[in-house]
T-cell receptor, first 111, second 115 residues
Framework: SQTIHQWPATLVQPVGSPLSLECTVE??????LYWYRQAAGRGLQLLFY??????ISSEVPQNLSASRPQDRQFILSSKKLLLSDSGFYLC??????????FGPGTRLLVL | AQSVTQLGSHVSVSEGALVLLRCNYS??????LFWYVQYPNQGLQLLLK??????LVKGINGFEAEFKKSETSFHLTKPSAHMSDAAEYFC?????????????FGKGTLLTVNP
């Protein structure tokens, strides 16, 4: 069966510091991968998605970037964090069809 | 463009009472519709989905939802609430964009179950 991992689970970072969040999927190949951010009262916002290695689509202009160095690895990064980057970050995968499956999430607090 | 409206950001029911969470969508093409549940500090878990076929779909934990095209609705119901149902529920809509399906979420409904 397929599983999706995210780490770290929780992160507290100062403003201006770099960021790297990692997501990996097991038990499937060539998944579509997604990064979402969840802010209180605002639902989920799609940040990036990828349909293959090195293929990244950005949905919202922002301070973040994404990379997919391997088939089942998706990384969310920032060179300099802003206060507004705080939130709950969720990674999801799909098998090229309509249903997305979510990881456990990373809670980021920027101080 | 597609959108989702969840009526009521907070719903409170008594244990054993009917749960009804409302979702209306807007989509220019036949939609795929989903309900996800999120427990505190966890990811989203798929409750149920509608793609094609039978408009009444059953999911996990005794939940079901009915796709009503004429009303552009996909309301979530459960006959009898349990304390463990307390969580946040998200309705979502997607359609095919080639090899990628993009989900658009509602803002969520927090369900509280009172003893």
């Amino acid at each position: 069966s397929q599983t999706i991992h995210q780490w770290p689970a929780t992160l507290v970072q100062p403003v201006g510091s770099p960021l790297s969040l990692e997501c990996t999927v097991e038990g499937t190949s060539n998944p579509n991968l997604y990064w979402y951010r969840q802010a209180a009262g605002r639902g989920l916002q799609l940040l990036f998605y990828s349909v293959g290695i090195g293929q990244i689509s950005s949905e919202v202009p922002q301070n973040l970037s994404a990379s997919r160095p391997q088939d089942r690895q998706f990384i969310l990064s920032s060179k300099k964090l802003l206060l507004s980057d705080s939130g709950f970050y969720l990674c999801a995968w799909s098998g090229g069809r309509e249903t997305q499956y979510f990881g456990p999430g990373t809670r980021l607090l920027v101080l | 463009a597609q959108s989702v409206t969840q009526l009521g950001s907070h719903v409170s029911v008594s244990e054993g009472a009917l749960v009804l969470l409302r979702c209306n969508y807007s989509s220019s093409v036949p939609p795929y519709l989903f309900w996800y549940v999120q427990y505190p500090n966890q990811g989203l878990q798929l409750l149920l989905k509608y793609t094609t076929g039978a408009t009444l779909v059953k999911g996990i934990n005794g939940f079901e939802a009915e796709f009503k095209k004429s009303e552009t609705s996909f309301h979530l119901t459960k006959p009898s609430a349990h304390m463990s149902d307390a969580a946040e529920y998200f309705c979502a809509v997607s359609h095919s964009g080639g090899s990628n399906y993009k989900l658009t979420f509602g803002k969520g409904t927090l369900l509280t179950v009172n003893p």
